[in-house]
């Protein structure tokens, strides 16, 4: 099934590259008149693949520390509850009356979105993929969260039976714009057949990946696979002295 792909720009926006064309000549003949476009480099890291995937490379090339996590904050256009799976089915961690709440570094988590207001007796199951983090003033963490933000248009989508993959993204200061409306965000669209991770680096640096479909759990057979491992979970309630739920190293979902 076709989807949707996004790259939200969490701050400011950033900066587009221009593809860039080589130009030979032999025997004479002049073939700038046909430009070959340069080899696009190889990117590991995409959106499409494995959930999970992703996450673990990031903590291969620059491994975290055993203490970073990045707050979120969950916020659906109308309203919504949202909670977050540390392990497995077990009753997810509930998030802060905002949406806020502290997700490790490399760890890949399944949320579940309930008591819509725009949406009665809808749950939504979007996973959120953590690849890096932000560097807030210390004990301060949960006053700057990454916006995880799902629109009434994208909920469509979701519940029409088709994936909404979005990345978010820190811009790039230099070429930052001059100014954005506050609460407003950078969000740029791209076709199915796109890179998403390598959009959004072009523009800044990735946070995280967030997917949002309309599948959900089997209340009377739970698969443990669709929970994926979750991990380490730092309620916003206990940022400022209280420790993180569940300490482990980060791995694939089996």
């Known amino acids: 099934m076709r989807g949707c792909l996004r790259v939200t720009t969490v701050l400011l926006c950033g900066l587009l ?5 080589s130009v030979t000549s032999a025997f004479g003949q002049d073939l700038r008149r046909f430009p070959r476009p340069s080899p696009k480099p190889y990117h590991p890291f ?6 999970g995937v ?3 490379l990031a903590t291969q090339v620059n491994p975290p520390c055993p203490g970073d996590f990045q707050f979120v904050q969950f916020v659906v256009e109308g309203g919504a509850r949202s909670r977050v799976f540390a392990r497995g089915p077990a009753e997810p961690v509930p998030t802060s009356e905002d949406g806020r ?5 490399g760890y890949t988590y399944r949320v579940v979105l309930s008591e819509l207001t725009n949406f009665p007796g809808v749950e939504l199951y979007p996973s ?8 807030p003033p210390p004990g301060r963490e949960a006053d700057f969260p990454a916006p995880v933000r799902f629109t009434t248009e994208e909920i469509e989508i979701a519940l029409s039976g088709r994936l909404v993959t979005k990345v ?7 070429f930052a714009a001059p100014a954005i409306e506050p609460g407003k965000f950078e969000v740029a669209d791209f076709p199915p057949r796109a890179n998403l991770l390598a959009e959004a680096e072009l523009r800044g640096r990735p ?3 967030v997917r949002i479909g309309g599948r959900t759990p089997d209340p009377n057979y739970p ?4 929970y994926g491992p979750g991990g380490p979970i730092w309620p916003a309630a206990n940022h400022t002295g209280g420790p993180p739920v569940g300490i482990a190293p980060p791995h694939l979902p089996k």
């Open 17 to 21: 590259m221009a593809s860039t064309f």
């Open 46 to 51: 995409n959106a499409k693949l494995p959930v």
């Open 54 to 56: 992703n996450a673990l």
């Open 101 to 105: 709440i502290g997700l490790a570094v």
């Open 128 to 135: 959120v993929e953590v690849l890096g983090r932000t560097a």
């Open 168 to 174: 978010l993204h820190l811009e790039t200061p230099q």
């Open 207 to 209: 946070i995280a990946i």
């Open 223 to 226: 698969e443990p696979t669709f």
